[in-house]
């Protein structure tokens, strides 16, 4: 990429970025306290990280335009190691995810991003949603009706103000009239509030971040305490991250180099790691908002971080009085903004596989909350629902000749392990015959089990007296030279890319 | 026969970048293929909704926004290229060109040059285009990304097409100023005009040796060539000659000078290009 074309991804758009950035930091900000409420931590840790992140991207990542900060996928999977270790060991493994994305985007593995289809990753997204609807229910415990009426008027306000003027973000308008009702009502006050703030919750950030290494040991043990959680990071940060690429990809109608996004991601948890914050990846939601509110460029991401510390810092004092219903609120518009309802509502149309797919990697997530495992899970049904699709492309036919004593066998399509349990129930061995040919011109063999399935066939009509004849064996097992290389022979290889 | 790649926006250079075009194709017995690029302008947004909620389904509902915008500005920016494209048609054909191409294609002008220009052998492209303010102070916005990333000349046109009878050939001693000396010896464009090989700043042997042998190769192509060297500062020595002697056109190296150079001072290239109201023809 030339230095021209960067800079114009810097500065092609600047009036729209800068404007998009503050929109996205007004939406990031409760968002980042919510996700660090999530995770365990104090809300400076979400606010140091999604400064960090959303600045070192705007200048080393390569999709402009796409917003990366603290996000909840990355938060759920960082509870219990906050719980059992605490705020250092988190601080280590934030950057030893980004060492591993690095890693990956040098290598390219990205790559095997293809290998998620779609349905999986409408389960992710989905899966998600929930995940972060569900953690706000712990948010009304002990709180009376007062929270409900507060997290209600909350969504009136951010449902309601875009039909009257779309020029102000709405969820800001929630935070400050909830905050400002809030404040002076009084119900926030005191050692047992009616309406729980903020600051009870944890501190804000008063400093600009600073530089610190983690303060743990540097040996094997905690490597294999902070492993577990860093390479479900990793991996979750850069499909994430992908995902939400091709997205904005799609919106911008231009491409970007998904191994660079992988590097930039790595650099961004490296650096929030050194600086106080926990492990991010792109936002689907902030970054269509940034789009939506004409954002393209770098210098929209780097806006939305600056302006995000900015206004954490400066207005520390009053973020710690923002109700938590406010936050409930926002994070509900996120989490019904995130899921995705043409999934469900075209349920029916697709076939019954994706869905299961789908389903399967909800359910998964849901159940251990780690995205990583749903993901996982999907990916491993998805494959196996392929195979079995096509292992159902065999289709065999016969013809009886003349003299009725020889039967010519045609075996079309693919043959391996799947589809050959049931190869051999295609023939019929009970009829007598002095002359049986096995026409597998138009077959497909792809391993040994297909090649051992036809070979009992044969035996066996040799068992009855019946003189064999295989034709067409040197097209058929070229799809096997590709892996056992025993057949080689001139031109085969050329001749595979036919297949 | 020799191509000549002509890059228009329709704007006000768009005439005489046509007769200029059709002057070097006459000279050259070149054949003219007719550029336009509709410029979708990925890296800008055309709308703002900045209520920064997240609705139901925002994402398809916003790709679809976007595509019907774009899809919209799209067939307009269609019917305007192909309006351009008869108006540079019929200029070429009255001006006798024979082989004209003209087309249109979707985006943005540096990085399509990549594909057309090595068809080219010479690329013509206006002083200014479509974002001309009437005072004229600054450049078009893809003349410097243009000019470096060609390999070939590229002929800067002017406002107003004159006959070219006096030509001044900037000469510095360096690869790109030898490269415009050979071609305008080699190449039928400029036969017919008197040459002024002109070199500023003070003396050296590299610059005395080079400028004897440029002066050599243009008088045995058959130029009337009158060389100085006059101490100064290139940009002034330059643009004083110019006007002085009535120079129809100005031959030089483009952006030899360092990039850091160029960043903090400002590139003698573009300031020339923007004093001098005559035409020029670049050499990387």
């Known amino acids: ?499 | 026969m020799p191509n000549i790649l002509v890059c228009t926006d329709g704007s006000a250079y768009a005439p005489s970048i046509y007769d200029h075009a059709a002057w070097a194709a006459q000279r050259l017995d070149a054949s003219i293929h007719v550029l336009h690029l509709v410029d979708p302008h990925h890296e800008t947004a055309s709308g703002a909704d900045l209520s920064g909620a997240l609705g139901i389904e925002s994402q398809s509902a916003l790709m679809e926004e976007l595509v019907q915008l774009e899809a919209t500005k799209a067939k307009l920016a269609h019917t305007k290229g192909r309006a351009i494209l008869q108006v540079a048609r019929d200029t070429l054909a009255q001006a006798g060109i024979a082989k004209v191409v003209a087309d249109q294609k979707h985006g943005s002008l540096s990085d399509s040059l990549e594909t057309y220009e090595p068809e080219a052998d010479l690329v013509v492209i206006g002083k200014r285009g479509e974002n001309t303010s009437l005072d004229f102070k600054h450049l078009g916005s893809n003349l410097e990304r243009v000019v470096r990333t060609c390999h070939h000349p590229v002929l800067v046109a002017s406002r107003i097409f004159k006959p070219v009878r006096r030509v001044l050939l900037a000469y510095d001693a360096g690869p790109s100023a030898n490269r415009a000396v050979d071609y305008v010896a080699s190449q039928p464009l400029l036969t017919g005009a008197s040459i002024h090989l002109l070199s500023a700043g003070s003396e050296s042997t590299r610059l005395t040796e080079g400028t004897a042998a440029a002066k050599q190769k243009l008088v045995d192509a058959g130029f009337e060539v009158k060389s100085e060297l006059r101490p100064g500062h290139p940009i002034d020595v330059i643009g004083e000659t110019v006007k002085k002697d009535g120079i129809d056109l100005l031959v030089m190296g483009a952006y030899g000078h360092m990039h850091i150079r160029h960043l903090l001072i400002g590139s003698t290239t573009a300031t020339l290009l923007r004093t001098c109201a005559i035409p020029a023809l670049l050499f990387r």
């Open chain 1, 1 to 499: 990429m030339s230095a021209i074309s960067y800079k114009q991804q810097w500065f092609g758009n600047p009036v729209r970025d800068i404007v998009a950035g503050a929109v996205v930091a007004l939406a990031l900000i409760p968002e980042a306290i919510a996700f660090s409420i999530i995770a365990g931590v104090d809300p400076k840790v979400g606010i140091y990280a999604s400064f960090c992140i959303a600045v070192v991207i705007a200048f080393v990542g390569a999709r402009p335009g796409m917003i990366s900060a603290a996000t909840g996928a990355m938060a759920l999977l960082m509870v219990t190691l906050v719980k059992e270790h605490g705020l250092e060991y988190l601080l280590a493994a934030t950057v030893l995810t980004g060492v591993i994305q690095i890693i990956a985007g040098i290598f390219k593995l990205g790559d095997f991003m293809k290998f998620v289809s779609r349905s999986v990753v409408t389960g992710f997204v989905n899966a998600l949603a929930i995940l972060i609807f569900m953690a706000q229910l712990p948010e009304f415990h002990g709180q009376g009706l007062m929270m409900y009426g507060m997290v209600a008027a909350g969504l009136g306000i951010i449902y309601g103000l875009p039909r009257i003027t779309k020029s102000v973000p709405s969820p800001l308008v929630c935070i400050i009239v909830l905050t400002g009702l809030s404040m002076f009502m009084g119900w926030g006050a005191g050692d047992n509030p009616l309406l729980r703030t903020v600051g009870s919750m944890g501190t804000l950030p008063s400093t600009l971040p600073m530089f610190l290494i983690p303060d743990i040991p540097l040996n094997w043990e905690t490597l294999m305490i902070i492993l577990p959680y860093s390479l479900p990071l990793a991996v979750v940060g850069i499909l994430e991250s992908l995902m939400t690429a091709t997205i904005v990809d799609d919106f911008t109608d231009t491409s970007s180099d998904k191994s660079r996004e992988c590097i930039g991601q790595g650099v961004a948890n490296t650096v929030s790691g050194f600086f106080g914050g926990m492990a991010g990846c792109a936002m689907i939601g902030q970054s269509v908002i940034n789009v939506k509110s004409g954002g393209r460029g770098r210098l929209s991401t780097f806006c939305a971080g600056i302006f995000l510390l900015i206004l954490c810092v400066a207005l520390g004092q009053w973020a710690a009085q923002i109700p938590m219903a406010a936050l409930v609120a926002v994070m509900f518009m996120v989490s019904i903004g995130t899921f995705s309802w043409s999934s469900f509502k075209n349920i029916r149309l697709y076939n019954r596989s994706s869905s299961v797919v789908m389903i399967v990697t909800v359910l998964t997530t849901v159940f251990t909350h780690n995205l990583a495992a749903g993901v996982g899970a999907g990916v491993i049904l998805s494959a196996l629902f392929f195979v079995f699709k096509i292992s159902q492309l065999l289709h065999i036919d016969s013809t009886l000749d003349e003299s009725g004593e020889e039967r010519t066998y045609r075996i079309r399509g693919q043959l391996f392990f799947v589809s050959a349990g049931s190869f051999g129930d295609a023939f019929d061995f009970r009829e007598v015959l002095t002359k049986v040919r096995i026409d597998v011109s138009h077959a497909h063999f792809w391993d040994i089990t297909a090649i051992s399935a036809l070979d009992r066939v044969v035996l066996k009509f040799r068992r009855e007296g019946a003189e064999v004849e295989i034709v067409g064996l040197n097209e058929a097992s070229k799809t096997l030279v590709l892996r056992l290389a025993t057949h080689d022979k001139p031109g085969a290889m050329d001749e595979m890319e036919g297949h």
